[in-house]
């Protein structure tokens, strides 16, 4: 599976020089071990991969007792594993880090120490209790790790030729004509279906088949409710309650999130660490209401006012769609050929918060409630700045239409109200691509290359 991350290991390895470690932090299953190892094989001499989930007593006991003697240490590090290592260019692994907190904190020591160079790999890294007990080191460079996106998607499908074809047509901002366009949206619905957790894909890939994904799909979902269970302490039930509620809330009009849900008399404070601990375990993407498109999107943030994503789109699916415990085969093919009418509107939407998310875009969205002023009464699914900031026009509104009765009453209010503070402002429909009055329209499938 080729993933972007390995660009941005290889610049780490080219810039950081052994100064700093590398953290891959992200959701279970995500990939991090496998691009780890695929790192270790290509660019360096020798490698040895701890996995905390197997490594025994005599290994953890290394951690706990030797780091004083560095020499003793490496030696017999090398003789557990029997691997040779090489000073300068060989890599140690310290995979599912988070199980030994004790390995993550001797990262300190060990780059100091300057003979190796270190990756570690985790999953529910913030958590407390996985650092409660540790001075979490400096010396550590993080990356967060995501599910694939539609490129990499298209990579596993052998689609090469669709990805070039598709970022030209961006940036000359040219439709792709009737065939190729077609091809492409045919593309995507099996990306929505199938998401991006590798394990999903490849499964699909080798049995060509959604019900042969859901089961794969279905297994991730049960990790997770294991991981809530596990170290959500204390208010696991709470998390779980969210989570078990993120696809009703999505399927309405509005797609914030409605404590009452919840609960007749909630409250955002007795609920806010639950949905915190869903964001730093990477099982969903937050997306704040920003209650002004000014440069400074986050300053405007209303923290109470939220919309809660899933991370994948293809395990949204299997979250929401489960009364027989399996997604059936018909519902896949209503989703694969657009027929799917009540909740596609759900899944366009997740999927493009969770593209905009693996791009690097911080999630914000706007609504204004206004009851006295109906023009000033509007909701934006997104929010996105532009990279190079200017003195003005720095933030693009973006609304996800999945049907073909589109209207853009929001839209075209919030470019009226705010022009001066505005970029381009884009429609992500199921179309081939158009600019008409000032507004961009671009085919969803090319959401992650905003």
Request: net charge neutral; hydrophobic share 40%; glycine share 4%.
């Amino acid at each position: 599976m080729r993933r972007k991350i390995l660009d941005q290991m290889i610049y780490w390895k080219k810039t950081s020089a052994g100064r700093t470690a590398l953290l891959i932090d992200g959701a279970r299953r995500v990939g991090k071990s496998y691009i780890a190892e695929e790192f270790a094989k290509k660019f360096y001499k020798s490698y040895i991969l701890i996995d905390f989930n197997k490594a025994g007593k005599d290994v953890r006991d290394l951690f706990e007792n030797n780091l004083q003697d560095l020499d003793s240490f490496f030696m017999y590090l090398s003789a557990l594993y029997g691997v040779t290592l090489y000073e300068k260019e060989s890599l140690i692994i310290l995979d599912e880090v988070q199980l030994f907190p004790r390995a993550r904190a001797a990262v300190k020591f060990l780059v100091a120490d300057g003979r190796y160079q270190y990756v570690e790999t985790g999953s529910l890294m913030s958590i407390r209790e996985n650092v409660s007990d540790i001075v979490i080191p400096s010396e550590e460079r993080h990356l967060k790790m995501y599910p694939m996106d539609f490129e990499e998607f298209l990579w596993a499908m052998d689609e090469e030729p669709m990805v070039a074809v598709i970022k030209m047509n961006f940036e000359r901002k040219k439709e792709l004509g009737q065939s190729l366009h077609r091809k492409a949206m045919t593309l995507f619905r099996q990306y929505v279906i199938t998401g991006g957790m590798p394990q999903a894909v490849m499964a699909y890939l080798e049995f060509k088949n959604f019900m042969a994904v859901d089961e794969v799909k279905r297994d991730i979902l049960n990790l997770y409710r294991q991981d809530i269970a596990k170290h959500a302490k204390g208010y696991e039930r709470k998390v779980e309650s969210i989570f078990d509620e993120i696809p009703e809330q999505l399927s309405k009009h509005e797609k914030k999130f409605v404590l009452t849900s919840l609960g007749q008399s909630t409250r955002f404070r007795e609920y806010e660490s639950s949905f915190l601990w869903l964001e730093d375990a990477m099982i969903c993407n937050v997306c704040y209401n920003s209650t002004a498109p000014n440069l400074g999107i986050k300053l405007n943030r209303d923290r109470t006012t939220l919309k809660m994503y899933m991370a994948d789109t293809g395990l949204l699916i299997s979250h929401a769609f489960d009364e027989n415990g399996l997604v059936s085969e018909e519902i896949y093919k209503k989703i694969l050929f657009g027929k799917l009418e009540i909740n596609e509107g759900m899944l366009f939407e997740n999927v493009v918060a969770q593209m905009l998310t693996a791009s690097g875009h911080k999630l914000y969205f706007y609504s204004n409630a206004d009851r006295k002023d109906r023009e000033n009464r509007m909701e934006i699914d997104f929010l996105i700045t532009k990279s190079k900031i200017t003195d003005r026009h720095n933030v693009s509104p973006i609304e996800v239409k999945s049907g073909k009765r589109n209207t853009f009453v929001s839209l075209k209010k919030f470019i009226k109200k705010y022009n001066e503070q505005l970029a381009v402002p884009y429609v992500l429909y199921t179309e081939d691509l158009m600019e008409k009055d000032g507004i961009c329209y671009l085919p969803v499938y090319m959401a992650w290359l905003l």
